[in-house]
């Protein structure tokens, strides 16, 4: 077993969906959230909450269980009963439904707990592709498809980049040129969303019959941009990129993207102030904000009455601008 107690939430900074049909995607832990196993007792205030997550977490072991043959040779499937048995439960800060990666904080935790106890080099390509296999089944029990990108960043916890090899490399966020003066913020909806029908919706209209569409394409090619400029220190073409993608977002997704926020992207789009982009699912949840001018744009949510929560990413200490 891992002694690892607490698992952070994380940010998906680029690649929500377009992972899906192959474009590459940045991903960092974020240590504001987090959770942790405990166990039941009766006299806790959660009580119902935590009497919740056990539930849950039996009918996550029924799911392992059903796919005995893939899961038991590297989790403890019977220590995983046992613990539920005796009340275990994971207690959670991770907005659930809100594109944070509570879903993936739990397959990370569970894994960390009834996994492997060796460490894990993140420079081994063939021990990450393998690790992200095993995610990509767990993490179906929640979505029906998943990426495994989730809970890989926040078991390894630290910033990953799926590069156009599409293999996952752990990446150094700090003093890049492009992110001097960079504010990363999340602008909070207040609505939760849920990720599986979602995803479903994306497939049908960006990979029908396994063939990837003219604008699936164009969403791909936008992603690696953003990312490839971020990471090479190109900020102009970084600014540039992201723009492009705001915009795609807000023509292409705009059912996904809650009434509320409506103004203050089109805001965005016309000033060129700041930049808004979904963050996981859509539908709700948060939205990224880029901005280089943060007193401005904080100005401007602050007038629409939208909170606007400055980010400080776990590992990007010394990432310019951030926070």
């Not at 019977?78 to 048995?85: G, K, M």
């Not at 021990?127 to 767990?138: D, G, T």
């Not at 979602?198 to 936008?222: N, W």
């Not at 009434?259 to 859509?282: A, D, I, N, Y």
Request: hydrophobic content about 40%; overall charge negative; charged content about 15%.
């Amino acid at each position: 077993m891992n002694r690892q107690t607490t698992w952070p939430a994380k940010l998906l900074l680029f690649g929500e969906y377009s992972i899906l049909l192959g474009s590459q995607a940045l991903s960092m832990p974020l240590s504001a959230f987090g959770a942790g196993f405990r166990y039941l007792s009766p006299e806790q205030p959660d009580l119902q909450v935590a009497t919740e997550s056990n539930r849950q977490l039996g009918e996550l072991l029924d799911f392992l269980i059903a796919s005995h043959d893939f899961f038991s040779p590297f989790l403890e499937l019977e220590s995983f009963r046992t613990d539920i048995s005796g009340g275990i439960y994971l207690a959670s800060s991770i907005p659930q439904r809100y594109g944070m990666g509570s879903s993936g904080a739990v397959c990370a935790a569970v894994y960390g707990r009834y996994g492997p106890a060796h460490s894990f080099d993140t420079h081994n390509r063939q021990e990450a592709a393998l690790l992200r296999n095993r995610f990509i089944r767990m993490e179906s029990f929640f979505h029906g498809k998943s990426s495994g990108f989730d809970p890989l960043v926040i078991y390894l916890q630290r910033p990953v980049r799926l590069d156009h090899r599409h293999e996952f490399v752990a990446v150094d966020l700090h003093e890049l040129k492009s992110a001097e003066n960079l504010h990363i913020l999340l602008a909070d909806s207040g609505v939760p969303c849920s990720t599986g029908p979602k995803v479903s919706e994306f497939l049908d209209q960006f990979f029908p019959g396994g063939m990837i569409t003219e604008p699936g394409k164009r969403l791909i090619s936008m992603v690696n941009s953003c990312i490839d400029n971020l990471l090479r220190g190109n900020p102009g073409d970084f600014g540039h990129a992201l723009s492009h993608l705001s915009r795609f977002q807000w023509e292409t997704f705009r059912h996904l993207i809650p009434m509320r926020l409506h103004p203050p992207w089109m805001e965005g789009l016309e000033s060129g102030l700041f930049s808004l982009k979904l963050c996981g699912s859509g539908g709700g949840g948060f939205l990224i904000c880029f901005t280089t001018e943060k007193q401005r744009t904080e100005a401007c949510f602050t007038n629409a009455g939208i909170p606007l929560i400055p980010l400080n990413p776990s590992g990007m200490a010394g990432f310019a601008g951030i926070g």
